[in-house]
């Protein structure tokens, strides 16, 4: 049975933080040559140089995370569904789904389930399973129930499901050539792009003939045939507690996985700050202990006033770690801590400027100039955004984290399909 505390383990399927550090400015082929600097090889060095800085492989950001478009109609929407067919069969069959803790628990299990879409597609050459040295070829895709508000809008319900396909090397490779393909068929233009709703249907939506082909070839790779995960995050009480577990199918049933640096099966999250520009009335549960934590933040954070400044230097700096993929994975860091870095952080910068984190702790942050961080998040302030990847209500949410994730993906591929040189 799922425990009391129903859940999800934060998979960093969703990466977050903010992106501080100056970025070089980019030099552009047709700028003038400045005063004195009409010597052709200094012309050239110049270029090199630019080139050097934001040399623009054919992977970027929103090559290897794609935003769906929010529906504009909930019956009548194109977006995946759970029984959409794939590999072997379902997307995501019902019979799994009902073996997991409803996700919103004002609504009832069948509401949910017939609302369920796929908002945001990733794929990742590496997922550290069964080790970080010995790593899984996936295909991730994010679910959201969507619903109509009040104003007859279409919006997502603050709730998740994360579900994991595993590919073998070479059916890797072939979707890396379908998806080049499909991008040049569309002439899709990504480069040194902020990751953001995908231009190839930002402004079709969900009736984006780019979209329906582009859902064809997931259809094509992934399914129950080679499901491996779920992830889930459960929205509990007045919308203002959030739980999460992790479970992987075995002989058809699903078992719940530990979730790491806890051994529990669940953890949760609380936060009754009304405003939402500030933590209170909660926390973390149970709590991570040692270092790279930072629990007095995410509990009461008006409680962080004068004599608190060592606390929040020592806190935010374990929230800039949790966000930067190159200190921590999925498989070594808790859920809530992933998901909850990104407004810790940035309340710590709105709340306490005169500290200046972002320049003390400027070697923690995570930076990559070859692509574009800024994160195009609406409410990036807001302390109940704790989304990794997908919508808050009408608006797009984008952790940090997966912004740096998505960089670090887009390395690695840039880096196993780049020509070889001729010795």
């Given at each position: 049975?799922?425990?009391?505390?129903?859940?999800?383990?934060?998979?960093?399927?969703?990466?977050?933080?903010?992106?501080?550090?100056?970025?070089?400015?980019?030099?552009?082929?047709?700028?003038?040559?400045?005063?004195?600097?009409?010597?052709?090889?200094?012309?050239?060095?110049?270029?090199?140089?630019?080139?050097?800085?934001?040399?623009?492989?054919?992977?970027?950001?929103?090559?290897?995370?794609y935003?769906?478009?929010?529906?504009?109609?909930?019956?009548?929407?194109?977006?995946?569904?759970?029984?959409?067919?794939?590999?072997?069969?379902?997307?995501?069959?019902?019979?799994?789904?009902?073996?997991?803790p409803?996700?919103?628990?004002?609504?009832?299990?069948?509401?949910?389930?017939?609302?369920?879409?796929?908002?945001?597609?990733?794929?990742?050459?590496?997922f550290?399973?069964?080790?970080?040295?010995?790593?899984?070829?996936?295909?991730?895709?994010?679910?959201?129930?969507?619903?109509?508000?009040?104003?007859?809008?279409?919006?997502?319900?603050?709730?998740?499901?994360?579900?994991?396909?595993?590919?073998?090397?070479?059916?890797?490779?072939?979707?890396?050539?379908?998806?080049?393909?499909?991008?040049?068929?569309?002439?899709?233009?990504?480069?040194?792009?902020?990751?953001?709703v995908?231009?190839?249907?930002?402004?079709?939506?969900?009736?984006?003939?780019?979209?329906?082909?582009?859902?064809?070839?997931?259809?094509?790779y992934?399914?129950?045939?080679?499901?491996?995960?779920?992830?889930?995050?459960?929205?509990?009480?007045?919308?203002?507690?959030?739980?999460?577990?992790?479970?992987e199918?075995?002989?058809?049933?699903?078992?719940?996985?530990?979730?790491?640096?806890?051994?529990?099966l669940?953890?949760?999250?609380?936060?009754?700050?009304?405003?939402?520009?500030?933590?209170?009335?909660?926390?973390?549960?149970?709590?991570?202990?040692?270092?790279?934590?930072?629990?007095?933040?995410?509990?009461?954070?008006?409680?962080?006033?004068?004599g608190?400044?060592?606390?929040?230097?020592?806190e935010?700096?374990?929230?800039?770690?949790?966000?930067?993929?190159?200190?921590?994975?999925?498989?070594?860091?808790?859920?809530?801590?992933?998901?909850?870095?990104?407004?810790?952080?940035?309340?710590?910068?709105?709340?306490?400027?005169?500290?200046?984190?972002?320049?003390?702790?400027?070697?923690?942050?995570?930076?990559?100039?070859?692509?574009?961080?800024?994160?195009?998040?609406?409410?990036?302030?807001?302390?109940?955004?704790?989304?990794?990847?997908?919508?808050?209500?009408?608006n797009?949410?984008?952790?940090?984290?997966?912004?740096n994730?998505?960089?670090?993906?887009?390395?690695?591929?840039?880096?196993?399909?780049?020509?070889?040189?001729?010795?």
């Amino acid at each position: 049975m799922f425990p009391s505390l129903p859940a999800i383990i934060c998979i960093f399927n969703a990466f977050s933080f903010s992106h501080f550090q100056p970025r070089p400015e980019r030099i552009l082929l047709n700028q003038k040559p400045l005063q004195g600097t009409t010597n052709p090889m200094k012309l050239l060095m110049i270029l090199l140089t630019s080139m050097a800085v934001h040399a623009q492989a054919a992977w970027d950001l929103n090559d290897v995370t794609y935003l769906m478009p929010l529906p504009q109609s909930v019956d009548g929407d194109s977006l995946l569904k759970l029984e959409s067919p794939g590999r072997g069969g379902a997307l995501l069959p019902v019979s799994m789904v009902n073996q997991l803790p409803v996700l919103a628990i004002d609504r009832t299990r069948p509401e949910v389930n017939s609302t369920l879409r796929v908002m945001a597609v990733r794929i990742d050459p590496c997922f550290p399973l069964p080790t970080p040295q010995s790593c899984q070829r996936q295909i991730r895709l994010a679910w959201q129930p969507i619903e109509l508000n009040r104003r007859n809008e279409v919006e997502t319900v603050d709730a998740a499901l994360h579900s994991f396909y595993v590919l073998q090397d070479w059916e890797f490779a072939n979707l890396l050539k379908e998806i080049s393909a499909w991008k040049s068929k569309y002439s899709v233009n990504t480069k040194y792009l902020p990751l953001q709703v995908h231009p190839a249907w930002a402004t079709e939506k969900d009736a984006s003939p780019a979209l329906a082909e582009f859902q064809k070839i997931i259809l094509k790779y992934a399914g129950i045939e080679n499901f491996s995960r779920v992830t889930a995050m459960v929205l509990r009480g007045n919308g203002d507690m959030w739980a999460f577990a992790g479970f992987e199918p075995r002989g058809g049933k699903l078992e719940l996985l530990p979730i790491p640096r806890l051994n529990r099966l669940s953890q949760s999250f609380i936060n009754m700050a009304v405003p939402a520009d500030h933590f209170s009335g909660g926390g973390i549960s149970p709590i991570p202990k040692g270092d790279d934590t930072f629990n007095n933040l995410a509990a009461e954070s008006i409680r962080m006033g004068e004599g608190t400044e060592d606390t929040i230097r020592e806190e935010v700096r374990a929230a800039f770690r949790i966000e930067n993929p190159k200190f921590f994975n999925p498989e070594n860091m808790d859920c809530v801590s992933c998901h909850v870095a990104q407004p810790a952080i940035h309340w710590v910068l709105n709340k306490r400027p005169e500290l200046q984190v972002e320049k003390l702790w400027s070697q923690e942050i995570y930076g990559n100039p070859k692509y574009n961080l800024k994160n195009t998040s609406v409410e990036i302030w807001n302390t109940q955004q704790i989304r990794a990847l997908g919508y808050f209500g009408k608006n797009v949410a984008i952790s940090q984290r997966v912004i740096n994730e998505s960089a670090e993906v887009a390395d690695f591929i840039n880096r196993i399909t780049a020509p070889k040189s001729e010795e």
